[in-house]
């Protein structure tokens, strides 16, 4: 996570040139200086219900925050702010209420425009309560744990 403003790539690439953007746009908020990076996460609350589990994020103002890959469909709610993000699927802007499904592999580079509050809503079957095993559960680190390509620019040397 950021507070420097990150250009967005344009919204009409192929899916492993998307997918590598996002990840470059990652490495480049972790190599920011002190001050311009945010080193720790916003808060987040877990909400746990038979069955259910959901993640609530705050997120301030003014920053660039670069989300987990998603392994599976799930809901989400901008009950507070404005963001706008960019994943494969092209650039979308919500604003508060603002509801959406997030497909399978979707990463995103988020830009808060306002302070928003963002909740995620996953299934949770077993009932498990462990938040680490939780997470392991619906993110993956790297797009190959979903068998999903990122485009590896090659250069040629003739």
Known sequence: MSTAVIEMPPANLPAPIARQKIMAIQRACQALPDGQRMDESPPLKHWLAPGIYAREIHLPAGTVVVGKIHRHRHFNIISQGSITCYTEFGLETHT???SFISEPGTK???HTHVDAIWTTIHPNPTDETDTKTLEDMFTALEYAELG????EHKEVIT
């Open 96 to 98: 508060a209420p603002a």
């Open 108 to 110: 995103r580079v988020v």
């Open 148 to 151: 999903l390509d990122v485009y």
